[in-house]
């Protein structure tokens, strides 16, 4: 997808767009570029297409939707996934079992440290529903951080959005 593209649905569907794209790459799916959509949906706020106070909290509520998604798929079906896993790549099984420790001794504060790291920030959720961390910690821990990657995202688009197309144009 190119920035015409994303203008052209954005124009088309308006900010249900931004919610769904955002949704679906906080689902981890491939393909769905919310590392454009938001910076470009700055950009829209920026221009006085959509308030800067939507993107955000559209965006902010997607990542959430989502990350809950992948929560509650850990949460009940997270022990089938890694059996599966693990008898695919055996070899990792130490690894996750050390992350999986990892958050059960840091919590909360593993789950935001999460959310600001790449790949991280989506894969996080379903080993915090698998440890049963509580949902209102988990949902606080989520929503600063998804806040705080939504932010820098959406905040770069509108400041600093019209420089980029030019510079790409």
Known sequence: MNIQ????????????????????????????????????????????????????????????????????LGRFGGGKLMGFYFKKFPKQKPVIEEKMKFLREKGGIGVFISKLIPVARTLISIPAGMVKMDFAKYTVSSLCGVFLWNLAFVGAGYFFGDAAVNLLS
């Open 5 to 72: 593209e994303l203008t052209t649905y954005f124009l088309q569907y308006g900010a249900f767009f931004i919610y769904l794209i955002v949704f679906l790459e906080y689902l981890n799916l491939p393909g769905f570029p919310a590392g454009l959509i938001m910076p470009l949906a700055g950009l829209w706020a920026a221009r006085g297409e959509i308030s800067f106070p939507a993107v955000m909290i559209l965006s902010v509520a997607a990542g959430l939707t989502g990350s809950w998604v992948l929560y509650l």
